[in-house]
């Protein structure tokens, strides 16, 4: 197993670092959250810190932040397909609530020209390529969303609403993974032109 950007070797935490729950799974090396040990010889990975490939696989790991809404946009399509939920609430390994999505379109498809791209110019505070090709212009999948931020305790009557919801999906990351999901949503709508970054009070 290895995340998108280092290996990683896996090791039980101490249960001191999460009394009430199960074992953190951490990288020996850099210490990411890449998981949880619910029972001996179970363990729960979360989708955005591992990747399992062949150990003679010779292709190159995606860059981060196209990793993390890669997968995050995955999730959002296939519970929406089986269990038709839109609506997610996006919560840490500390059980708050980070961000409210909501799915709007999962068939929407981008073409951009890279030459003059304001959201490209933008996305490369990551240190890597926003976009999946390096060609001039490209097509690629999207999903369209909503969202609502809840960090600080902003939203916070709308996050309890949605958590008492059953039409809510709820979806857990690492702490850290929901504010660089967080970041992705941000640069992704300071992308888009003023008149398109809301929609009622949802970015």
């Known amino acids: 197993m290895c995340c998108p950007d280092t290996e ?13 729950g199960n074992a953190r799974v951490l990288c ?13 010889g179970t363990m729960k990975c979360y989708v955005t810190e591992v990747l399992v490939r062949p150990a ?14 890669s997968m995050v946009a995955q999730c959002l399509v296939e519970l929406s397909s089986a269990r038709s939920t839109f609506r997610f609430a996006i919560k840490g390994d500390d059980d708050k609530t980070y961000i409210l999505i909501w799915l709007l379109n999962s068939d929407t498809m981008l073409v951009e020209s890279l030459g003059s791209s304001s959201s490209h110019r ?16 490209g097509p690629w999948n999207a999903v369209k969303v909503l969202y609502q931020p809840c960090t600080k305790s902003r939203n916070k009557d709308l996050a309890d609403a949605w958590e008492s919801d059953v039409g ?3 979806l857990k990351f690492p702490s850290e ?9 941000a640069l992704s709508t300071a992308s888009l032109p003023p008149s398109l970054r809301a929609m009622n009070s949802f970015q």
């Open 8 to 20: 990683h070797q896996a090791s039980w935490s101490g249960s001191s670092l999460k009394p009430k």
């Open 28 to 40: 020996k090396r850099c210490k990411t959250l890449l998981g949880e040990k619910l029972s001996p």
């Open 56 to 69: 003679e696989g010779s292709s190159s790991p995606a860059p981060r932040s196209q990793f993390v809404q």
């Open 122 to 137: 933008a996305f490369t505070l990551f240190g890597d390529t926003f976009l999946p090709d390096s060609g001039s212009v």
């Open 168 to 170: 809510v999906h709820s």
């Open 177 to 185: 993974t929901c504010l660089e999901l967080l970041l992705v949503l």
